[in-house]
């Protein structure tokens, strides 16, 4: 470990007062809030370069009342949805079950009709395909016709029901805890765990589709522009600075501040992939820079916030990302036809692909496994035209996945692609995606802070998983680890290096 140079100079300006009680069956811990905030895209260099360029930084602060693992990976492949469910299951795919936010799986009937026919195997849509109409309040709910259906009753599976293990939310939530969490979909109610409502005050308004890589961007379209999504990230921001000040997100009734709570943030994923790097070793562009400013100044106001409530010293802040985006180096780039790597495993095996989906790598579903090797092969085959690195499949995907071949998920093929590859529609403009196995898809920031801490300034390079947040936040607010299912099942062990002691 090594202390940074401002450590004492940042750590004095998140100094705070007393910490208000939390609910009274939950253990006592001297943290008894944490704080987790996604910057979604944002790479353990992004966190150096900026805290280096601004040492006056929220960043810079947290970092030096806290601990910086900057060798710290996301799951693979590097999606938001298994992203996101490592940090709160600390499981892989393995063990949630979920590899994507559109896969595949041969248990399960894509309609009503299909399963009173007798008819499995369909392709799992969690993203914003599965809304439906808006409530009274303007929010989106999920259309249950647009969900896969489970056979035998032909009841509709959600994103819970569809979850494999439980989630920190369900341990701190069975403890007597009041939990919360922000993010950009319906579909993320996924992290109410198996059993549902393990998240109390769960806010997910639809930030829409992927439209980055647009050439033609419509006005209404919130990624389509950075500065449209700093403003969805403000609008969701707000209603943490709710939870924080005692009531719901909304602002409707009185809460307890949550035990366990966080949001995501969008904009420097939307800037990374519209405005991209200055240069291959990771300097932002003034676009994206802007982008790290605002989320900075967000970051600020929470502390802020927490602040004032007499809450900082004892909340642990967390800021690390569900995933990065690749590639970091513009001269990498290379836009391959996703219609083009369809064609070429529709001709090695007609009418057999069941699910292809790919953005920065690809997921194969085949009806039949059995015609694996062959679509491998054409595809090894045309792998300079498609921009193709590696195909696993067979023993080689089991090995690389840790999973069983027996699982109705897991895919047939996965498709590893030249350092810089984006699979996409013809004509995309997009700099940079996420949803592959590289450095830059996985290699994310990740930063522990508390001003009351023994631990200040410290830097680690030991190799780490996002997925051993989980049971570390457990851990800090005084829950045992061993009740998160996925982290047991995978002996995923808390982080190194941390003493939960304060000065």
């Known amino acids: 470990m090594k202390k940074t140079s401002a450590a004492a100079l940042a750590a004095a300006g998140l100094a705070a007062m007393l910490a208000l009680p939390v609910h009274a069956t939950m253990p006592a811990s001297r943290i008894r809030h944490v704080l987790l905030v996604s910057v979604d895209g944002m790479h353990a260099s992004d966190l150096d370069h900026y805290i280096r360029q601004h040492p006056r930084s929220t960043l810079a602060a947290l970092a030096a009342a806290g601990v910086e693992y900057r060798n710290a990976h996301a799951v693979v492949p590097a999606d938001s949805f298994p992203g996101l469910l490592g940090i709160m299951t600390g499981g892989t795919p393995a063990a949630t079950g979920v590899y994507f936010d559109v896969s595949y799986d041969r248990r399960l009937s894509g309609s009503t009709a299909d399963c009173k026919a007798g008819r499995t195997g369909t392709p799992v849509a969690f993203d914003e395909a599965a809304d439906g109409a808006a409530d009274a309040q303007g929010r989106r709910q999920l259309d249950p016709a647009r969900l896969p259906h489970r056979p035998g009753a032909c009841a509709p599976v959600y994103p819970h029901d569809y979850l494999r293990s439980n989630t920190v939310f369900s341990v701190v939530h069975a403890a007597g805890g009041y939990t919360a969490w922000i993010d950009k979909h319906p579909v993320y109610e996924i992290l109410e765990g198996p059993d549902g409502g393990d998240i109390d005050d769960l806010y997910t308004p639809e930030i829409g589709g992927d439209y980055e890589g647009e050439r033609t961007r419509p006005a209404d379209h919130i990624t389509g522009s950075i500065d449209r999504t700093e403003r969805y990230d403000t609008m969701k921001a707000q209603a943490l600075f709710n939870q924080i000040d005692g009531w719901t997100h909304d602002r409707s009734r009185r809460a307890p501040v949550p035990s366990l ?21 990771g300097a932002p562009t003034a676009a994206l820079s802007g982008a790290l400013d ?13 602040r004032a409530r007499r809450l900082l010293d004892s909340t642990l802040i967390v800021v690390t990302a569900k995933h ?12 391959v036809d996703k219609q083009a790597l369809r064609r070429s495993i529709e001709a090695a095996a007609p ?38 690195r590696q195909v696993l499949q067979g023993p080689a995907l089991l090995r690389f996945l840790a999973v069983s071949a027996a699982d109705a998920r ?84 808390g982080l190194p290096g941390i003493s939960w002691g304060t000065r």
């Not at 990065?324 to 290379?334: E, F, K, T, V």
């Not at 994310?444 to 023994?454: D, E, K, M, Y």
């Not at 030991?462 to 936040?473: G, I, K, N």
Request: contains cysteine; negative net charge.
């Open 261 to 281: 709570f966080g949001m995501n943030l969008q904009a420097v994923n939307v800037a990374q992939k519209l405005a991209g790097y200055a240069d291959a070793d």
């Open 410 to 493: 897991t895919p047939d093929l996965l498709v590893v692609p030249a350092p810089g590859v984006i699979y996409g529609k013809p004509g995309e403009a997009k700099l940079a995606e996420h949803g592959g196995f590289d450095d830059d898809d996985t290699h994310v920031a990740l930063l522990l802070s508390n001003p009351r801490w023994a631990h200040h300034g410290e830097q680690l390079d030991a190799p780490v998983s996002t997925t051993q947040l989980a049971p570390s936040m457990l851990t800090a607010l005084g829950l045992s680890p061993d009740r998160l299912q996925a982290a047991k099942q995978q002996a995923t062990k």
């Open 324 to 335: 990065g985006n690749a590639p970091i180096d513009r001269a990498q780039l290379r836009h």
């Open 294 to 306: 605002h989320c900075d100044a967000l970051l600020g106001d929470m502390v802020r916030a927490l």
């Open 351 to 388: 009418h057999g692909l069941a699910q292809l989906t790919a953005d920065q790598g690809a997921l194969v579903w085949l009806k039949e496994p059995g015609d694996a090797p062959r679509v491998a092969a054409a595809l090894q085959q045309a792998r300079q035209a498609l921009g193709i």
